[in-house]
């Protein structure tokens, strides 16, 4: 354990009083025999004070009860046992409370172990609702409490030497096993699930809970049904809280521990066999039939929120999130992947659904960032292992944990959570400092998973030396084709440079294609505003496709330049083309580039096919530049400004180029018509071989140059007195309108309105974008470490040499995936995290520790995130927060108000009868 006890002084101090109170009560028992029995009653009510403790309740915080359990006990005539379950009366605002309240409360671990020795059970609880844990939490004695239940080692040898306690570690053992008292039974104590709703009085709960029974009890059900009602009055509450989507309903039934999780586990297989009975005599709704053929996973906290998914239940699913225990936050990230489809398609309850989207986001932040920040070194560590499912089991064959991710076409797959986090792909997670701490982790992760049975690792390069040595290759890749491009004719005949070439091409399609491979999951994705359901991953960057388009172009540039090699052989080793080469493929080549002359030879290229294969490759260079600047995206400072200048190339600049085509065009062919009609142009002009295509042209380039002003280039004269050009000389009539009206018009509309809205879009998108910047970055970062991890440790050139050993592991792996996919129905998860008694012991002390935040975090974890939004959302979500924390202030005040009164309310009741008792006497 993490928490090691103290106050030892005070254990030994403790034992000596009770060894001296033990004398004095056995000296006054030995009297109390000799009493007379009125005597003797008058002693025994000296035992309980006016508030309704008794002394048992007091010893239990400060004395050693196994010393003096037995005394107290004969005077006041009790049996031991009796004594020590005797509960306060409701004369105590404790009213309930047992001796193991208060010791918990007093944090005294001796009594503690001796009252679960004698059957007390932690779970016990007061009238008000309130167990052990509360108690010891109440006062600040948690620590005390699980040192008491699961000492550690070091503590055990402290009481062994103390020569108070020879078997410490053995006996606590002992004393869980026969109080029935289990690791996670503990845990799930330690962490009230409840503490994050507002729940409703006791009253208000029983009396809805009564009228919701009596509404059920009225249904017109079929006998077998009602047997099952009968059977199980919690699955009917249950049942009806989820049919009629009410958390009211649900709370209630919380407040009174009429719902359980066990209730909520067996849910989803009890209500399809109730819809399965139904539908053999009537016919159910689409929704019904889906929950039907859907499979559940019993064993996990998930499947309940996956039921009333199904359901489309709406209202509770935030309340059912909100208690969950081991899973929550993977509940919250199941749920968020389930819930984008349903978003994406606007049907119905898109709002609600929105709205409940960014609720459940606000939980799995506060959740993660508040285990984060909390958590010391240890701590992050089992932290990060539970994010990436990468801690091993006690028989170091399986890492985990892994939860049943529910997917849009209804099947599971086991994901860990940060799987299930990528899956989601909400820029809002990635914004948490709890996430974003893992990424920097795994950045300098130089090695992969413990091997089993050993302590040797599998060793990796860090992903970040990948990065380094990735750039500077790429860098020199850059300066080495920019000199092969320019330097063509030096290059032309320099065959090693090619060999260099070949290999960074080849080096940089099978690291694309390997790419493809692991990134070809189909998921719904916008480009260029545009929203395909069935994406493939890679495709939805859109610096993949420069990288594509780069490649096919920087191949066809050098196949080009091959080709003009003529036969490559003879070129190498010297020997006369023509002597291989017939003549018809000599012509053919000529007839291809134009300018060819029949005195060229093969291997000496035209101008024009020499400018084009340079052209083809000069392109490629160009977008392998717009392809650098995505290794700008790894730096913190620069890396948000890269992703803000990507959303508004995509999200501004393409809408507006449509438009503005749009406008060009229009105004263009009018244009045209305006200052060059072909009713009044020449025979001589018409007639140019090229006039249809400089007519084209100066549809586009005529408002091109007017938006940038470019007035020289527009005509000067007109027909007049002279016959009319195309490009040169204008109709008279028609440039006296343009020049005098339509020009303006058109600068109007394009430099003072479409330019102006570009750049408040523009300012727009960065004022928004500049407040989420940093969410977008984290999540970029996260795909290019992705990247990273699969890349080649060798540098291009000489990477090629290892893609196909990568490409030929993917494909085995890929078909035993395959094979085990459709060999299973439910998700394979290893029995050591799916029963909950074979967790592993570091996969129990996370629980702990998850256990003891969400405890003392639950009350905040549906407060409104401001982090990653707007000055304007951010304003909201604050003022939100306030009302959030009045109001529960206020509801707990009522909540105290009420209990008081209902105190006072049976004290009053108590002396009314106490006086009618007295009057009759």
Known sequence: ????????????????????????????????????????????????????????????????????????????????????????????????????????????????????????????ETDSGLSCVDFADASEKLDELIDAVFPDEEDCDEDADSNYDDNASERSREITRQSSLTDVNFIRLLDKRTGALRLPSRTKAKDCLASIEASIASEDLSAKEQNKSNERSDMSILIKAIKSDSPEIYRCALKLCRVTAETEADFPEFYRERLFDISNEYELGNVCDRFLTIPFNETSELSIIDAAVCLDKIDILIDLVLTRQFDLIPACINLLIQLQPRIAKSEGKSEQLQLLYSKVISVAMNALDALYSNADEEERQLLFQYITGSQWDDDWETTGPKFPCRMENGSTKPYTLMEMI??????????SDCLHNLIESEWSNAYSRYRRNCCKRKF???????????????????????????????????????????????????????????????????????????????????????????????????????????????????????SMCSETNSTAYQALFRGASANRTWTQPTPYSAYACQMVLSTAFLLWGFRSVAFLSYSERIGPVVSMLRTLIIQDLIPFSVIIVIIFYSFGVFFFNLLYPVVTSTEAD????????????????????????????????????????????????????????????????????????????????????????????????IEILREYQSYSPLPAPISFLHYPIKMVSWCIKKRNDDNNEQNRLFPEIKDAWNNES???????????????????????????????????EALVAHVENLVSTANRDLHDRLGQLEEEINRKFALLQEAIIYRDILDVK
């Open 1 to 124: 354990m993490m928490w090691k006890r103290s106050g030892r002084r005070q254990k030994v101090s403790s034992r000596l009083v009770s060894i001296n109170l033990q004398s004095i009560i056995s000296k006054t028992l030995a009297q109390y025999t000799a009493l007379s029995e009125h005597c003797q009653e008058m002693l025994r009510s000296f035992l309980i004070s006016p508030t309704g403790l008794h002394a048992v309740h007091v010893f239990a915080a400060r004395h050693d009860l196994k010393q003096l359990a037995e005394p107290l006990a004969k005077l006041s005539n009790q049996q031991v046992q009796d004594l020590l379950r005797l509960p306060v009366t409701q004369a105590h605002r404790s009213s309930g409370a047992t001796a193991l309240h208060f010791a918990c409360k007093a944090g005294n671990q001796e009594n503690i172990r001796y009252l679960m020795s004698q059957g007390l059970q932690l779970s016990d």
């Open 422 to 431: 990528e899956e989601a792909g909400d820029g809002d997670l990635f914004a």
């Open 460 to 578: 990796s390069v860090k992903p970040r030396i990948k990065f380094w040595i990735h750039l500077i290759s790429f860098l020199a890749y850059n300066v080495f084709i920019a000199w092969y491009i320019m330097d063509l004719p030096t290059t032309f005949k320099f065959w090693p440079a090619d060999l260099v070439m070949i290999a960074y091409l080849l080096s940089f399609t099978l690291q694309e294609v390997l790419d493809i491979c692991t990134r070809s999951k189909r998921r719904r994705a916008k480009i260029c505003g545009i929203e395909i359901k069935k994406c493939p991953v890679y495709f939805k960057d859109v610096l993949n496709l420069l990288d594509c388009s780069a490649l096919i172009l920087m191949w066809a540039g050098l196949l080009l330049k091959l080709a003009m090699w003529g036969c490559i052989f003879n070129y190498v080793t010297g020997v006369d083309s023509s």
């Open 686 to 781: 018409r007639s140019a071989s090229d006039y249809s295509w400089h007519a084209f042209l100066q549809v586009f380039m005529l408002p091109l140059n007017l938006l940038f002003t470019n007035f020289d280039v527009l005509p000067t004269e007109t027909a007049k007195d002279k016959d009319q050009v195309l490009r040169e000389v204008a109709h008279h009539l028609g440039y006296k309108w343009f020049s005098r009206v339509m020009m303006f018009v058109f600068l109007l509309l394009s430099n003072i309105v479409m330019i102006n809205l570009l750049i408040a879009r523009f300012s727009l998108t960065v004022s928004k974008m500049d407040s989420k910047s940093l969410g977008t970055w984290r999540k970029r970062n």
């Open 838 to 872: 074979d967790y592993p012991d570091n996969y129990i002390e996370f629980l702990l520790f998850q256990a003891r935040q969400f405890r003392r975090i639950r009350p905040q974890l549906a407060r409104v995130v401001t982090r990653n939004k707007s000055d304007s």
